[in-house]
């Protein structure tokens, strides 16, 4: 029995990803591959953008960039992955990669969330305190906004990840998903897991539920100040832009709310898969459209990027 059980430990997680259909494999191969390509391009552009544009020196751009950055390496850790397992006869991946797979999930999912949490706080004060904006938004407070999303992530991360570490598989090593994820690992655990699930409701809630509940009372506060606005077309600008911006963060923050702060017993794959596609693939690939390339400062950085032209950090 305990060399089953040492077997068992040892053997590699089979990761069954978005399909068992042989006829649906090649067609999600395309689609994800698009939408990877889609995302890697938009935000790389951003980042290169604003770091080669003087002019893009708002703290705005700065926590931007580093947004652009955390989406690129956040598809990275799981998407590549499942395209390979699309068209590979072995799925299989090993303790260890799981785990370290998991380990940069999380941590650079609530780099994502913290730092939403930080834009949002930004557009609170350049509307509401425009007078102070520059001191409440210096590059100090920046930098330690974004030091603050990076060690809070890594800390939940490496927490998590010990926990996981410590489980035993000794049943079925088969994941019903396109990367090793809390819910199907934990439902795939024979020792007890509720000290885990505990730290999802509690630490867990810490990291995503509050940037989320910080992001509504921001975007509330923004939403009184547009109302009060002279302008009715700056008020339909203002609504146009906090209503694009609202609903990609409820997107983000729902599917992850809906996929982990559930029970495990009432966890469902196919659901699960698809709520985590929207926020693996979806929300990064919709952040450069929805943050940058409407914004007329963004576009000029970007043609200037591809002409080789220099921006003047005068106004005109």
């Given at each position: 029995m305990d060399g089953t059980n040492k077997s068992s430990e040892g053997a590699p997680f089979i990761l069954l990803g978005l399909s068992t259909n042989p006829g649906q494999l090649r067609p999600l191969f395309a689609l994800f591959l698009v939408l990877y390509i889609a995302?890697?391009?938009?935000n790389g552009l951003i980042v290169a953008a604003i770091r080669a544009s003087p002019a893009l020196n708002a703290p705005m751009y700065f926590l931007l960039a580093h947004l652009s950055f955390a989406d690129?390496?956040?598809?990275?850790?799981?998407?590549p992955k499942m395209l390979a397992n699309l068209i590979a006869h072995d799925r299989s991946i090993s303790r260890a990669g799981c785990?370290?797979?998991?380990?940069?999930?999380?941590?650079?999912?609530?780099?994502?969330?913290?730092?939403?949490?930080?834009?949002?706080y930004d557009r609170y004060v350049a509307i509401r305190h425009p007078l102070h904006y520059t001191v409440r938004m210096s590059r100090a407070v920046c930098t330690g906004l974004v030091t603050t999303a990076w060690v809070v992530s890594h800390s939940h991360s490496l927490l998590h990840i010990l926990l996981m570490a410590r489980l035993s598989f000794c049943a079925?090593?088969?994941?019903?998903?396109?990367?090793?994820?809390?819910?199907?690992?934990?439902?795939?655990?024979?020792s007890d897991t509720r000290h885990i699930q505990l730290l999802i409701f509690t630490e867990g809630a810490a990291v995503v539920v509050t940037p989320f509940l910080l992001i509504l009372a921001s975007y509330g506060a923004i939403a009184v100040a547009v109302l009060r606005l002279p302008s009715v077309s700056g008020r339909l600008r203002a609504v146009s832009t906090c209503g694009?911006?609202?609903?990609?963060?409820?997107?983000?923050?729902?599917?992850?709310?809906?996929?982990?702060f559930q029970p495990t017993t009432r966890y469902e794959a196919e659901r699960g898969r698809v709520a985590t596609v929207m926020y693996t693939v979806i929300t990064p690939m919709l952040n450069p459209v929805i943050y940058s390339l409407?914004?007329?400062?963004?576009?000029?950085?970007?043609?200037?990027?591809?002409t080789g032209r220099r921006i003047s950090t005068e106004p005109t």
């Open positions: 995302g890697m391009m938009g690129l390496c956040f598809t990275s850790v799981t998407v785990l370290t797979q998991m380990y940069f999930f999380f941590a650079l999912g609530v780099t994502d969330s913290c730092l939403l949490a930080a834009m949002a079925s090593h088969s994941v019903p998903h396109f990367f090793c994820d809390h819910q199907p690992l934990l439902r795939l655990a024979c694009s911006h609202l609903a990609v963060v409820s997107l983000f923050y729902g599917t992850i709310i809906a996929v982990y409407r914004n007329r400062d963004v576009q000029g950085a970007l043609r200037a990027l591809f």
